[in-house]
Every structure is written in C-alpha cells, then in structure tokens.
C-alpha cells in the first residue's frame, strides 16, 4: 500500500493525543516527502549525519526527533536539526547538550530513554537508576525533561512487551510527581510498527513507526 493510505491508516486508528512519528531511518527524501503529504508532522531519525542530509532538502515543515543513541561530538550538529532528543541516558550527554543551547540562549527539550528491558547491549538508562538522573538533569538551566522513551526488548509475541511498556508508564506517573524545576512529563514515546496499539493502551502518546508506513526495507 503506498505510503500516503498507510499514514493516513494509521492517523486514523489513534487517538487526536498521540503523535503518530515516521521513523525514517534508510528511507528516502522522497518516501519521507510523501509520509508529508499522507500527514506526518513528526520526523525521527537514528543518525546524525543521515539526519543532516535529509534535513537540508525537506527543511522545518517537520518536526525533527532524535530518536538514536547520540554521541557527545555530534551534539552541537543534533541540536541545530533536531526539535528534540529522545534518547537521553547519561548526565555527560546531557551537559554537553546543555552546554550547546546555553550558547545559543534556548532551552531543549529531551525525553530520557529507559532500558525498560534491563538490556546491557542496549541504550538508555536502567529503570532503577532513572530518578537519580533526573534529580541531576533537573539542575541544569538549559534542559527541560519533557517525558520519557523506551524500545522494550525484541519480543516474538506482541503482547509480551506489555509489561516493559507499563514499567515505563508507572516510572512516568512517579516522576510527575516528583515537582521538580525543569521536569514536565508531557511524552511517553513507546511501540514501534508492531507494537504500537498495545503502547497506546499503555499510555503512550508518542509512538515511533517506520516499518508500517514505509514497508520493509530494501
């Protein structure tokens, strides 16, 4: 199906809350142009650089997630294209991120990644060590915590990532609560193409798809 009807598909099967996010690693400008067109408001990429290219030809008509692990040399280039890091998982990164939107007078939004799946060839930060990260973050002038992310572990039947969902869910509720300067939890970014309805029953209002709009990857 081409991929304007599958956007459209799937904006809607959402609620008007979640933000339906194209995840656009591997595609083309012009697959991109036309989840556009099919509505996507929301970009996330994995990649520097691939972001950079992309970025250059289709421009602000979006807005941009990163949505891969980030490193501290590519921060300054990430936040010049990207509205948004999705993947926060450590207080170095974050300071330098930090350090970059204080010299350009603005404060960046991130959500922080949790390791929902207790990973260690993963990304992100360990459910149990998240609240101590926050507490660091929310000293820094230039960041503003916006809600968390998680992937969940590769599971073979669907329903089985529900409980890294809700363990994500229930650590969003807490932080809430927690009153701290800088710290809004406005975003849970979870479920990717096969997972994302039983995401949105969990609570997320972000959900990260590539493979259901764009098809397999050649």
């Known amino acids: 199906m081409e991929i304007r009807k599958k956007v459209k598909e799937i904006l809607s099967q959402i609620p ?34 691939e972001a950079e ?20 040399n590519k921060v300054k280039k990430a936040i010049e294209i990207f509205d948004m890091i999705e993947t926060i998982d450590s207080f170095k990164l974050t300071k330098e991120i930090d350090k970059e939107a204080k010299k350009k007078n603005i404060v960046y939004p991130v959500l922080i990644e949790i390791n929902s799946g207790n990973e260690s060839q993963k990304s992100g930060v360990l459910p149990e060590d998240t609240e101590k990260l926050i507490y660091e973050i929310s000293k820094l002038d230039n960041i503003k915590i916006e809600g968390l992310m998680t992937m969940g572990p590769v599971v073979k039947n669907t329903e089985d990532i529900r409980p890294y969902f809700r ?39 972000i959900i990260r798809i590539g493979t259901g709009i764009f098809g397999p990857r050649t």
């Open 16 to 49: 008007e809350n979640v933000i339906l996010l194209a995840a656009t690693k591997g595609r083309t400008v012009e697959e991109i142009n036309q989840a556009i067109e099919g509505g996507i408001k929301f970009i996330g990429e994995n990649y520097v650089q």
């Open 53 to 72: 290219e992309k970025f250059f030809k289709i421009g602000k008509v979006v807005k941009w997630h990163m949505i891969g692990h980030l490193q501290t």
């Open 167 to 205: 363990l994500t869910k229930n650590l969003f509720e807490k932080f809430k609560n927690l009153g701290l300067k800088n710290v809004e939890m406005k975003y849970l970014s979870m479920g990717m193409s096969d997972t994302w309805k039983i995401a949105i029953e969990e609570g997320a209002n």
